[in-house]
């Protein structure tokens, strides 16, 4: 059973690009959550999705940033007109329908804004 | 609000040595605890967690965690550090109730290994 995929690994953009990234979660979790980790700090909660639905984004900032997690397809997480301030590592988990709220992470994307 | 505090940023043990990582929360209630381990440039991995029950907690890797109620604490514990257990390890804490699912964790300790 494959663990929770992210892509890309790594991400380069310039000022002013949009980064989109992927989070495929494991087979048969429906919930998804996005952290974002910035240096040298534990991580931080951005947005708890179902497929369709945002349940919970509080974390999300007010600008710039979206979520998704259609019906077919991984969960996205758009930042655009990035800033030096976005270069981070983000963290996407999952965790099953129901039966506890354990939440199995991925590998992470990490973002370098130039 | 919930929170974690890890308060030893980093720690230095000798191989075979004892481990203890100190965590300590703040919730309403008795909160859903975790304890994860990130190697370098990775993911965050799973050791152990605490729903209910039970106050030890037996985590993989030789991992334990004790859950201290009138202390706030779910410490993480090793009788005998490997090299392979440097990383940093994180305390997270959940709600066991309603819609609210996001984990908040703590920052994290950086755990280095002698030889």
């Known amino acids: 059973n494959a663990g929770v995929m992210q892509n890309p690994r790594h991400l380069v953009r310039r000022r002013g690009q949009e980064a989109r990234l992927r989070c495929s979660p494991m087979?048969?979790?429906?919930?998804v959550y996005w952290y974002r980790q910035l240096p040298e700090e534990g991580l931080k909660f951005m947005v708890y999705?179902?497929?369709?639905?945002?349940?919970?984004e509080s974390g999300m900032p007010k600008e710039r940033f979206s979520a998704e997690f259609p019906k077919e397809g991984p969960s996205i997480l758009r930042i655009q007109q990035v800033v030096r301030g976005d270069s981070a590592a983000y963290f996407c988990?999952?965790?099953?329908?129901?039966?506890?709220?354990?939440?199995?992470f991925g590998p992470g994307t990490r973002l370098t804004v130039l | 609000a919930q929170s974690v505090t890890q308060p030893d940023i980093h720690i230095t043990v000798s191989e075979g040595a004892s481990l203890e990582l100190r965590c300590n929360y703040s919730?309403?209630?008795?909160?859903?605890l975790f304890w994860y381990v990130q190697s370098p440039g990775q993911g965050l991995q799973l050791l152990l967690k605490?729903?209910?029950?039970?106050?030890l907690v037996q985590g993989i890797k030789g991992f334990e965690a004790e859950f201290k109620r009138s202390q706030s604490s779910f410490n993480l514990r090793k009788p005998s550090v490997h090299w392979s257990d440097a990383a940093e390890y994180f305390c997270?804490?959940?709600?066991?109730?309603?819609?609210?699912?996001?984990?908040?964790f703590g920052s994290g300790t950086q755990l280095t290994v002698l030889p």
């Open positions: 999705l179902q497929k369709e639905n945002i349940i919970d």
């Open positions: 605490y729903f209910s029950g039970d106050t």
């Open positions: 919730y309403g209630a008795t909160p859903y």
């Open positions: 087979k048969g979790h429906s919930h």
């Open positions: 997270a804490v959940g709600s066991p109730s309603g819609s609210a699912r996001q984990l908040t």
């Open positions: 988990a999952s965790s099953p329908p129901s039966g506890g709220d354990t939440q199995y």
